[in-house]
Each structure stands twice: as structure tokens, then as C-alpha cells.
């Protein structure tokens, strides 16, 4: 699929607030969400501009392909107070970065300002494990996430594979 091979929530590069898609406080969870492909940003989840308070919890993600970021989870937008825990993401790749998860800012379509950032996300209690990234971080990757606070504990992060930096995390 475009943009997410099995789940996406809002679209990616719309500029001004036609951006904020207001898929607020959806929750995804107790799912088997195997074996999809994205051609662009997301491999299995696509949480895009305008998911705030997400929750991502209780799934299995596993097999999934990205053909750019996020090979099981992508984050790619201003999404505030999203949550991702107690969830197995396993054996995903992506063919650039983020193999198991990747949370980003958006670009901006001026390319003389600075994005806004994803917004503060929670990832904890989660098995991120034999994920593979073909650039940055094979488990789990920050790109221009800005200026917010990300916590990332108590999660079981192994034997991820990156091509370049951050095997685990980057």
C-alpha cells in the first residue's frame, strides 16, 4: 500500500492545516499484523500529522516491508502524546531506516523553515527484536523528531540489524 501496507492513520506531505488529519485517541491494538508492504514510509502502521494520543499496544508486528522508513511502525509527522508499548515487532525491514520503528518529523514544504518535530512519544514494554534496516536503526530511529521528550523504557531490544549506524537505536 501507499504509505502503510496495513494500517494507516491520515495522509503524509499536506501542507498548512489540511495536515492535522484529527485521527485523535485511536487505539490499535490485540492485533496479528503480518507479512505487508509499503512503498512509502511504512511498512505495517502509518501514524501520520494529526494522530494525537495514539496508542499502539498488544500487537504482534512481524514480516513487514518498508520500501523507505519504518519496516514495522512509522511515526512521520507532528502526532503529540502518541504511545507505542507491549507490542512484539519482529523480523520487519525497511529498505532505508527504522526497521522496527521509526518516529520522525515531517518535512516542511518551505524548505526554508524547520519541521515541527513528531511531538512527544512514550515507547516502553516492548519486544523489538531481528529487525533490519538498510541505513539507520535496525530496532528503533529518531529522524528530526525535534525538541519534545521521547521515553523509551523497559523495552527488550536485540539482535536488530543496521547497515550503517544504530543497530538497536539511532
Known amino acids: 500500500g501507499a504509505y502503510a501496507g496495513a494500517i494507516r492513520l491520515g495522509t503524509p506531505h499536506i501542507p498548512g492545516d489540511l495536515g492535522d488529519a484529527q485521527n ?10 503480518l507479512a505487508n508492504g509499503g512503498t512509502n514510509l511504512a511498512g505495517a502502521v502509518g501514524i501520520f500529522n494529526g494522530s494525537e494520543g495514539y496508542e499502539v499496544a498488544y500487537n504482534d508486528i512481524c514480516g513487514n516491508f518498508s520500501a523507505e522508513y519504518g519496516g514495522g511502525i512509522s511515526h512521520y509527522g507532528f502526532s503529540p502524546n502518541g504511545g507505542i508499548h507491549h507490542n512484539r515487532i519482529y523480523f520487519n525491514r525497511s529498505y532505508d531506516e527504522g526497521g522496527g520503528i521509526m518516529i520522525a518529523g515531517e518535512l516542511p514544504s518551505d524548505p526554508n523553515l524547520l519541521t515541527p518535530g513528531a511531538g512527544p512519544v512514550d515507547v ?13 536503526g535496525g530496532g528503533l530511529r529518531f529522524l528530526m523528531a525535534g525538541d519534545f521528550p521521547y521515553n523509551v523504557y523497559n523495552n527488550i531490544i536485540v539482535n536488530n540489524i543496521s547497515t550503517h549506524e544504530g543497530g538497536g537505536v539511532a
Open 24 to 33: 485523535d485517541f485511536l487505539t490499535i491494538t490485540h492485533n496479528r499484523i
Open 124 to 136: 516502553h514494554a516492548n519486544l523489538i527484536q531481528n529487525n533490519l534496516a538498510n541505513d539507520d
